[in-house]
Every structure is written in C-alpha cells, then in structure tokens.
C-alpha cells in the first residue's frame, strides 16, 4: 500500500513543468519515466481512484503518456487512454491529435499516436483519420493511415484503396511496389472486396499477376476468406503460371532459405488443402472438376476423397431404433430428415401414382372426358391433372414418410403460382421446414418447353426459398384423344412419353447444381381404349 500511497502522491503532485516532456537529443527527463510508471502501476489496480481524477489532472498525464516511447504495447497503456476517454473523449482526441501532428509534420514513417488512437477508436476518430489521409501525400504514410481504416472494416476506406490500387498499377512497372502493398493490405482486410478487382487484374496482365500474386503470397490468412469456386480458380491458375513441376527441388535435411517460388508453390497447394478441408457440397464439386482437369494428380484425388469422406461425416444423421424397426416392417417406408429425401420420397409416390394410371383396374380414364360413342375423347384440363395429382400425394406420403407429418397444398395458396402448381412441405428434427415445389403441365401447354426454366427454377423454387422441385408432365398423346388443336401441339412436341421425358430431363440436368435439383417426370395417362 504504501507504494501505491507514493505513486498517487507522485501523480497528484507532478505539473507540466516538472515533468519536462520533449528534451531534446531524444532524451526523456527522470520526471516522465516516473509519471509514466506510477499510471502503470495505478492502471493495475481495481479501477477507482485514477477513474476519479479531474479533467485537470488528466490533461497533465495524457501528454505523459502519449509521449512516452517504450512500452507501446503494453495494455495498460490502451487502458488508461480509455479511462481517460470514456470522462474527456474530446481532449483524449485532440491530445492524440496534437501528437499524430508532430509525427505527420516531422514526416515520420512511424506513426505512434496511430495505435493511441485505436485504443480509444470512435466513429470521431475515423473521421479524423479521414481528414489526415485528404492531406497527405507520402505514400508510406497513407499506407499507415489506410492499414487502420481498414482494419476496421471502413467502408469508404476501402472504396478508397481500390480507388488508389487501380491508379497505382496503371502509373506502376509491375515490380516497383506501391500497388503491390495496397493489395496486401486490401486482401488481409478486405478480401471479399479486393479479389474481384485483383483477379480481374491477374486475368487481363498475367505478367502483373504474377508479380501480385508473389507478393500475396508472402502471408495468405486472407485465403481462408475465399470461396471454394475462388480457390478452384486460383489453384488453376497458379498451376499454369507456376507449376508443381517448376518447384524448387530442395534437399532434404539440410537448411535452406525459402524463396519467393518457394511461398507461391505453398500458396498453390493452400488453395487444394482449404478446399479438402472445407468438406461441403461446394468444396467437393471444385475438387471434382480439378481431378478431372488434371488427371494423372494423385495427390489431388487424394485431397477430393479426404473431402467426400468428411463430407459424409457431417451430414450423417443416425436413425433412432424405433425408426429402423419402422423400415425393416415396411419396404415401402421413407426416412425424409432434408429437402432432398423429401424430394426422393415424392417422386417414389409419383411412381406409384404411374402404376395405378395403367395399373390392372387403371385410374387413367378418369383423367378424360369420354365421348358418346366411347371410342375417343378429350384430356381434362390441367386442373383437373393437378387435382388428381394432390389428392394421391395426400392420401399416399403421409402413410410411406415416417415419423413426419407431411402437408400437401396448391401453391397459389401460398401467394405465389399457379393453382396448378403443388407445394409439399414438412418440417426437420430441428422444426425448419422442408420443401418440393411441383410444377404441373399437360402435353398441350405452349409453355411446356419453356417453363420448367422460366417458372419452376427462376420463379417458384426462388420465391419459396427451396432447391428442390419436380415439373410434372401428364401425357394424353394416344389414338384415343379426338383430333384438335391440342391433340396437334402435344404430339409436334415429341413423338412418345419417353422422347418428352428425355428432352425435359435434359433440361433439368442443365439446371441442377450442387445447389439446385430439378427432376422432370412424365405421367403415361393414355386411354387404355387407344
């Protein structure tokens, strides 16, 4: 106690006088180091008695901290420039101020008052900045001053260093450096921002790609930001530009320095390892499609097993004993836990719906409208199909889906569609839903060969926030349907049920995604009387 008595004795008592602050020759009179370490032993304490001191005392200490050049990163110094800051903010500024001014006027290239002012850091303060980055010009010091804008994720600072990069490169050989330093400091702060503009670069000048991407590769934590399409594309064009087969051979047990070759080959391996190690959906399909464009990479094939094994891993989900008891009783039974198995388990009662139309007993002639003679008729109208449609889903999934119960409605109930259009929903273990959209459309449509685009994948799944959907088709081509327009329509379209099939599911495939399933499906419901 009694050295904390003298230390606050010595603070209490200590005037700007005595304290004798800016000696020249760089020397720094007894009296500062002993202000300075008396508020580093007082900023240990429970805060209490330094948290009460005047605004008067304050503005004795502030200069004798801001000044003081050791111990920079010690925290006690950030933690009394915010004790002081949260009683006087605008004297801690214009203190902290009054210093980055000395530094800024001596042209340093040090800037202390720059890590001062982040421990008090407000949206004061980066106006501030702002305002010193206006005025000015040495390169290096605006580099300083950008580094801290951008750490904190600014905006307009980061609109700002774009701005520069882009006139940096086109006023720069590609080896001189100031652009290269700005897309340093761009990717380790932004790089969602900086790789579009970056990788437009790379692109158009490869000779300047390579140039940035050297320097880049120096310290790469900016990679992890990236996505799995990013990195495939990175991998690939590192790969072309530096070549595995180009590394450096480096003796093994022997010291060697690394080189710039050296820290690019590590970057290009990077991008496969984060890409293993992501382990999703994504992740695996880039892999998929760098085995395939490089064959002959084990190393590679390795990486994209590694990632499908993890992949599965994730997302296995085991099944409660009562439910595998539920399967081993009922071959016909569904385990829906996400979109996909609810999709699988709708297009299974959708085939159980095409046995019945052609079944022994077949349900198909009640989807026609039977002339007098009964030798030929007309198909109903596509409300009719989809009617037909959602009352088989209904009576049929609730009994084949365990342990979920499954909805069936028409989708203009939800706002948005046709009436022909089904929607079947159900919830997951943990309560969010699950949804198939099912787009229905008889032969004749005019929109038939457009739609399962136009409407299913860039309308309905969007809207309703889901990737799986069905663009059911009910075929009537047969020598039963009465000659007409329609009956011409459907059958200029495809000669058969499986030509129609074939041609939408080629659609469909064009339209999937790792992201994205779309399955076509045509229901045969010809008259059995053709």
């Known amino acids: 106690m009694m050295i904390l008595d003298c230390a606050q004795s010595w603070v209490t008592a200590i005037s700007p006088s005595k304290l004798k602050i800016g000696l020249p020759n760089g020397q720094f009179s007894r ?19 330094l948290g009460a001191a005047t605004e008067e005392r304050w503005a004795v200490w502030l200069p004798a901290i801001l000044s003081y050049p050791f111990e920079r990163s010690d925290p006690v110094r950030g933690m009394l420039l915010c004790l002081a800051s949260e009683r006087f903010p605008d004297r801690v500024l214009a203190e902290i101020g009054q210093q980055l001014d000395k530094e800024v006027a001596a042209e340093s290239h040090h800037f202390t008052g720059l890590g001062d002012l982040q421990a008090v850091w407000s949206p004061q303060a980066a106006a501030m900045v702002h305002a010193w980055l206006q005025r000015l010009t040495d390169p290096d010091g605006r580099k300083a001053f950008l580094h801290v804008l951008l750490s904190r994720q600014d905006a307009a600072a980061v609109r700002l260093a774009l701005t520069e990069f882009a006139a940096a490169v086109d006023a720069e050989d590609a080896a001189s450096g ?48 990236l996505e799995a399409s990013q990195w495939a594309e990175l991998y690939l064009w590192l790969e ?23 820290e690019v080959a590590s970057l290009r391996d990077a991008c496969v390892g984060h890409l293993s190690s992501a382990a999703t959906v994504q992740s695996v399909a880039a892999l998929q499609a760098l085995c395939d464009r490089l064959p002959g990479r084990n190393w590679l094939v390795a990486s994209l097993l590694s990632a499908r094994s993890a992949l599965r891993d994730s997302n296995w989900c085991p099944i409660r004993p009562s439910m595998l008891l539920q399967f081993l009783e009922r071959t016909d039974a569904r385990l829906v836990r996400n979109e996909a198995e609810l999709s699988d388990a709708v297009l299974a009662s959708l085939a159980r719906l095409q046995r019945l139309l052609q079944g022994d007993t077949p349900l198909a002639p009640f989807l026609w409208n039977v002339e007098h003679d009964q030798r030929s008729g ?26 979920r119960e499954v909805q069936v409605r028409n989708l ?119």
């Open 378 to 403: 007309r198909p109903k109208s596509e409300d009719r199909l989809s009617d037909f449609v959602l009352h088989h889903l209904r009576r049929d999934l609730p009994g084949s889906v365990i342990d």
């Open 178 to 225: 100031r652009s290269l330093e700005l897309a340093a400091v761009l990717m380790e702060h932004a790089p969602s921002e900086a790789w579009p503009v970056l990788w437009a670069r790379s692109q158009q000048d490869p000779a300047y790609g390579e140039a940035l991407w050297s320097r880049l590769a120096r310290r790469y934590d900016w990679l992890a930001a």
């Open 31 to 49: 009296s500062h180091v002993a202000t300075w370490l008396a508020l580093a032993l007082l900023g240990r304490e429970p805060a209490g008695w």
């Open 412 to 530: 203009r109930e939800s706002g948005i569609g046709e009436r022909t259009d089904l929607k079947v929903e159900t919830r997951s273990a943990d309560g969010s839903p699950l949804v198939v959209i099912i787009e229905t459309k008889g032969c004749w449509n005019p929109e038939l060969m457009n739609a399962l685009e136009s409407q299913l994948h860039e309308r309905y799944l969007r809207a309703h926030g889901t990737a799986h959907g069905i663009y059911l088709v009910g075929w009537f081509g047969c020598a039963f349907w009465a000659d007409g327009a329609k009956q011409r329509a459907c059958m200029s379209r495809a000669a058969s049920a499986a030509a129609l099939h074939s041609a939408l599911e080629s659609q469909a495939r064009r339209l999937s995604s790792d992201t994205c399933r779309i399955v076509a499906m045509v229901l045969d419901a010809t008259h059995p009387a053709a």
């Open 240 to 262: 072309e530009h530096f070549p595995a087969a180009g590394d450096p051979v480096r003796p093994t047990m022997q010291v060697y320095s690394i080189t710039s070759r050296d």
